[in-house]
């Protein structure tokens, strides 16, 4: 697993690296000082994992996250238990507060692993392209969901809608529906066309999130979502539907 330390203390870069050459199965790629830093390695090295100070001169870890268009696997490091919560808020994967306990990261190094191991690691989107900005993402990436102050990680697949309201788009996942600020069509260019599907002209829909499908008015078919929602397909995206779904 490739590591990236983003930490603005060299101290503690130092000690990190130290404790984790105790598990070669880390592979420290590189590290970074700030948030301007750690975007220009996280594009250079495509690291699969964050070490990441939360409070660092300028943009803090969370400010850095909200930044990215996809997520590595995340785990926090951090001087202030108070961190904690909020670190789970955004899905990192653990967090570690520092000086930073040798059993403490070696029951964080299990959970990665075993985290890796069961696919829930992604790259960042576009490894064979340079142009991580445009590359097609795929329902395995982790993407990062902001609203306001509160902030989401969140495998991409595990989206079961896209709602457009105006130039923002509203995103379902789990019992939450962030308001983004990023347009339908912007959002439709990025996502896998075999799972994100165009119902209409306001919705894209998750092909796996459909439980059932149902004849509606004027030759649309109403799908029914895994939650209860219900979308309608328009009479053109119905029988584009019906043309992807046939044997």
Not at 94 to 117: C, F, H, N, Q, S
Not at 145 to 164: Q, Y
Not at 231 to 242: E, G
């Amino acid at each position: 697993m490739r590591a990236l330390i983003i930490e603005d203390e060299r101290l503690a870069r130092s000690e990190l690296r130290r404790l984790l050459s105790q598990h070669p199965e880390v592979e420290i790629v590189g590290e970074a000082q700030n948030a301007t830093e750690a975007r220009r390695a996280i594009d250079d090295l495509e690291p699969d994992l964050l070490f990441l100070d939360v409070q660092m001169p300028g943009e803090s870890g969370f400010e850095l996250l909200a930044s990215l268009e996809a997520v590595p696997l995340v785990v926090f490091t951090t001087a202030y238990d108070e961190y904690a919560l909020r670190a789970f808020e955004v899905s990192a994967l653990d967090y570690l507060v520092k000086p930073i306990d040798p059993k403490r990261l070696a029951g964080t190094v299990e959970r990665l692993m075993a985290a890796w191991r069961a696919g829930s690691a992604s790259s960042l989107p576009g490894e064979s392209s340079p142009d991580h900005a445009n590359a097609p993402l795929s329902p395995h990436d982790r993407v990062f969901v902001t609203e306001g102050e509160r902030s989401w990680l969140v495998e991409l697949g595990t989206i079961r809608l896209f709602e457009s309201e105006g130039n923002y788009t509203r995103v379902f996942f789990g019992k939450e529906k962030p308001l983004i600020n990023r347009s339908l069509n912007q959002l439709e260019a990025r996502l896998d066309e075999r799972v994100f599907f165009r119902a209409n002209r306001s919705q894209i829909i998750n092909l796996k999130a459909v439980c059932g499908i149902h004849p509606w008015f004027g030759g649309r078919l109403m799908a029914e979502l895994e939650n209860g929602q219900e979308v309608t397909l328009s009479r053109r995206r119905a029988r584009a539907f019906r043309e992807l779904m046939s044997v």
